[in-house]
């Protein structure tokens, strides 16, 4: 499986979720727009791991929708926090 093939996959996985990143403050908000779980806030260095991260996997995939990588880094969380 190619990694595009890989982050649609968890995008689609994530589509009730809705990622915002705060380069300013280096804090990232995964929210469930379902309104059934508590969001979860990563500040500090989890926040810049994060952001960092989001930065190397759309260089490595440039065709990828922005939207889709962020979903597919926000897929652990969702996986081991609200499931």
Not at 14 to 40: L, M, N, P, W, Y
Not at 43 to 68: M, N
Request: glycine share 4%; charged share 35%.
């Amino acid at each position: 499986m190619r990694l595009e093939e890989i982050i649609e996959a968890d995008a689609r996985y994530c589509a009730d979720v809705s990622v915002t990143i705060c380069r300013k403050f280096g804090t990232v908000e995964i929210h469930d727009q379902s309104g059934e779980q508590e969001d979860i806030f990563l500040q500090g260095d989890d926040g810049d791991r994060f952001i960092a991260e989001f930065d190397s996997l759309v260089e490595k995939a440039p065709d990828v929708l922005f939207e889709d990588a962020i979903k597919h880094l926000a897929k652990p969380y969702v996986e081991c926090i609200w499931h």
